[in-house]
């Protein structure tokens, strides 16, 4: 749907009144409809780099362009979802997707059908009627998803949005984003501290070290992705390179 270009991008934050660079020229750009994860160790810069893309936090040099238009702060073009989950607790799952249509404009009655056709693509629709302390963390991550499709995004920017799950459901939903994504087509922007999952879902992984990128990883697997896929040689091979890449970078960094 749409192109993400980073260009030359400096962020620094001040630490002890002295300057912390954070992000030192990253360049990057998502291709219309391309699913990129970022990875790279813990203070690195990633989610720095995912909310200056949402528009959440300002940068001191470089451009950030949605199909070569600067970005102005956050916008309906752009969803974003959290690892914290961000359900508003007085809504239930319907009326915080509904919230969020109401604010891209959607009249009453449209947001009431679009809120429910999208809870049902998260399997949710029996849920539609809980608020979110009535629902599990999948449950609420995935609220919070159909939130961030409801209102059609041309790019959707996630920052360790399964981080908090169990393994099991943690699996469930990198299935169900693999199929919204295969279905739909957006680009996306993710980013994981799972090496597996990061190669499970995109078409690219960008390894980051300390504000820079280190190298981009192409992951050439076939789609649909499927169940025992994380077996393969294939996928075992490009999980080992990007390990490797991040150890590499952590050991430098130490
Ligand atoms: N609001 C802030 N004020 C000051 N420093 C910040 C702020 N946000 C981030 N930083 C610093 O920027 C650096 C990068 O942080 P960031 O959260 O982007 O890392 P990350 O790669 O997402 O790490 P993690 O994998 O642990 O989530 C860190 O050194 C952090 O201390
Ligand atoms: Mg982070």
New binding site residues.
């Given amino acids: 749907m749409s192109t993400l270009a980073i260009q030359n991008l400096h962020?620094s934050?001040?630490?002890n009144n002295q300057e912390?660079k954070?992000?030192d020229g990253i360049s990057l750009t998502l291709a219309d409809n391309e699913f990129v994860s970022i990875v790279?160790?813990?203070?690195?810069?990633?989610?720095?780099?995912?909310?200056i893309a949402a528009g959440l936090?300002d940068f001191d040099a470089g451009d950030v362009t949605v199909d070569g238009v600067p970005i102005d702060g956050a916008g309906m073009d752009r969803g974003v979802v959290f690892q914290a989950y961000t359900l508003l607790p007085w809504l239930t799952a319907l009326e915080n997707i509904e919230f969020a249509l109401k604010a891209a404009g959607k009249k009453g009655k449209e947001c009431r059908e679009i809120a429910l056709e999208h809870l049902d693509l998260v399997n949710l629709s029996a849920f539609a009627g809980a608020y979110p302390t009535e629902l599990s963390g999948g449950m609420k991550q995935r609220v919070a998803i159909a939130r961030a499709l409801s209102y059609r995004p041309k790019i959707l920017l996630m920052?360790?949005p399964f981080g908090a799950l169990d393994a099991m459901t943690r699996r469930q939903m990198q299935e169900l984003l693999t199929q919204v994504w295969e279905a739909h087509r957006l680009t996306v922007m993710f980013?994981t501290?799972d090496v597996e999952e990061a190669v499970y879902l995109s078409d690219r992984i960008v390894v980051?070290g300390a504000?820079y990128i280190k190298e981009t990883i192409d992951v050439p697997l076939q789609r649909p992705r499927f169940d025992g896929m994380s077996d393969l040689p294939e996928f075992l091979d490009i999980q080992r390179h990007v390990l490797g890449m991040i150890r590499h970078n952590a050991a430098a960094h130490a």
């Fill in positions: 962020k934050f001040m630490l912390n954070v992000l790279g160790m813990s203070g690195c810069g990633k989610s720095t780099l995912l909310s936090e920052d360790e980013v501290h980051m504000g």
